[in-house]
């Protein structure tokens, strides 16, 4: 068994390693460390500061042979003190494509080697912290004219973003990817060190941006009467009416992301109307959720999304 030290990354000093095995052994003994990195005895190799957290989003990832910092002054200090770039990952603990991401690359040996040994990693649970998650997802959408999660942002120790993405297969030619992880850590960090100009006009441009983009989000949202008209709910439920899947319920879509918003919508719309046929599509709604896949027929309780029509 090992000290419990990710690859790459500097012994922890002997406070911090005693306080992750501490947090370890409250776990008791039936704890099963999410990872593949475990010794014969069942015990992970690796751990790292998310074994401190209390999100279960972050602790999945406690065992990861990246070397993780939360969010905070300790992680961007680091960045400072050892003049590196910090690689920001975000997520939630069930969203199927952070698994992915983690399972090809949080969970690689070498990946996580190269990541420890020339970033400083963090982990944020958007369900957490939203508020971080809105101005990086603003990098993102800026940059790639989308967003999504697991959420890839690389930052200058003064937390200000310089690139950005989602989801990125470990490897070139992964899933027809021509540039993968590995890849791109590897010439993100050359070009951070090699030609800081470009990093500070790409990360000048790309905070204002997100400034341009936040501050008209809150006039918007300032703006904004305390009730919607008439009129705009009406427009609403006519918008619903064209995207409807009248076979499977929901919207015409896959994956599909089922939210109780629209349906209440509707009812609400159906006790003011009477609309028999905003009814139908609230309830066909429900019950293709109930009596499908998505629900947990033994525990109860709903799926965050499906990966099909269904």
Same mark, same amino acid.
């Given at each position: 068994?090992?000290?419990?030290?990710?690859?790459? !990354?500097?012994?922890?000093?002997?406070?911090?390693?005693?306080?992750?095995?501490?947090?370890?052994?409250?776990?008791?003994?039936?704890?099963?460390?999410?990872?593949?990195?475990?010794?014969?005895?069942?015990?992970?190799?690796? &751990?790292?500061?998310?074994?401190?957290?209390? !999100?279960?989003?972050?602790?999945?990832?406690?065992?990861?042979?990246?070397?993780?910092?939360?969010?905070?002054?300790?992680?961007?200090?680091?960045?400072?003190?050892?003049?590196?770039?910090?690689?920001?990952?975000?997520?939630? !603990?069930?969203?199927?494509?952070?698994?992915?991401?983690?399972?090809?690359?949080?969970?690689?040996?070498?990946?996580?080697?190269?990541?420890?040994?020339?970033?400083?990693?963090?982990?944020?649970?958007?369900?957490?912290?939203?508020?971080?998650?809105?101005?990086?997802?603003?990098?993102?959408?800026?940059? &790639?004219?989308?967003?999504?999660?697991?959420?890839?942002?690389?930052?200058?120790?003064?937390?200000?973003?310089?690139?950005?993405?989602?989801?990125?297969?470990?490897?070139?030619?992964?899933?027809?990817?021509?540039?993968?992880?590995?890849?791109?850590?590897?010439?993100?960090?050359?070009?951070?060190?090699?030609?800081?100009?470009?990093?500070?006009?790409?990360?000048?441009?790309?905070?204002?941006?997100?400034?341009?983009?936040?501050?008209?989000?809150?006039?918007?949202?300032?703006?904004?009467?305390?009730?919607? &008209?008439?009129?705009?709910?009406?427009?609403?439920?006519?918008?619903?009416?064209?995207?409807?899947?009248?076979?499977?319920?929901?919207?015409?879509?896959?994956?599909?992301?089922?939210?109780?918003?629209?349906?209440?919508?509707?009812?609400?719309?159906?006790?003011?109307?009477?609309?028999?046929?905003?009814?139908?599509?609230?309830?066909? &709604?429900?019950?293709?959720?109930?009596?499908?896949?998505?629900?947990?027929?033994?525990?109860?309780?709903?799926?965050?999304?499906?990966?099909?029509?269904?």
């Amino acid at each position: 068994m090992t000290d419990g030290t990710p690859p790459g !990354s500097a012994p922890f000093a002997a406070q911090l390693a005693n306080a992750l095995g501490a947090a370890i052994a409250r776990r008791g003994p039936d704890y099963v460390p999410r990872t593949h990195h475990l010794d014969a005895a069942g015990r992970p190799l690796f &751990t790292n500061r998310l074994a401190l957290e209390t !999100s279960p989003y972050l602790l999945q990832h406690a065992h990861n042979p990246v070397n993780w910092f939360p969010w905070g002054d300790e992680a961007f200090s680091e960045a400072r003190r050892l003049a590196r770039p910090v690689f920001l990952s975000i997520g939630y !603990s069930t969203c199927h494509w952070c698994h992915v991401m983690e399972a090809e690359s949080f969970e690689d040996e070498e990946i996580a080697r190269f990541v420890n040994q020339h970033y400083v990693a963090i982990k944020v649970d958007r369900e957490e912290r939203p508020d971080i998650d809105a101005v990086y997802m603003s990098a993102v959408q800026q940059l &790639t004219g989308s967003g999504g999660w697991p959420m890839s942002v690389w930052l200058t120790a003064a937390r200000e973003p310089f690139f950005a993405g989602t989801y990125f297969p470990p490897r070139d030619g992964v899933r027809g990817g021509a540039r993968g992880f590995l890849s791109l850590l590897g010439a993100l960090s050359e070009t951070f060190h090699r030609d800081p100009d470009r990093v500070g006009k790409a990360s000048a441009a790309l905070v204002e941006a997100v400034r341009q983009d936040m501050q008209g989000t809150a006039a918007a949202n300032a703006d904004t009467c305390d009730l919607p &008209t008439r009129e705009l709910i009406d427009a609403t439920v006519a918008h619903y009416r064209g995207s409807f899947d009248s076979e499977h319920g929901g919207l015409k879509r896959a994956p599909k992301f089922p939210s109780h918003v629209p349906v209440r919508l509707l009812l609400r719309h159906v006790k003011r109307t009477g609309d028999a046929e905003a009814l139908h599509m609230a309830t066909l &709604t429900l019950e293709k959720m109930a009596a499908g896949g998505l629900y947990d027929q033994l525990g109860g309780g709903f799926h965050r999304y499906s990966t099909d029509a269904h």
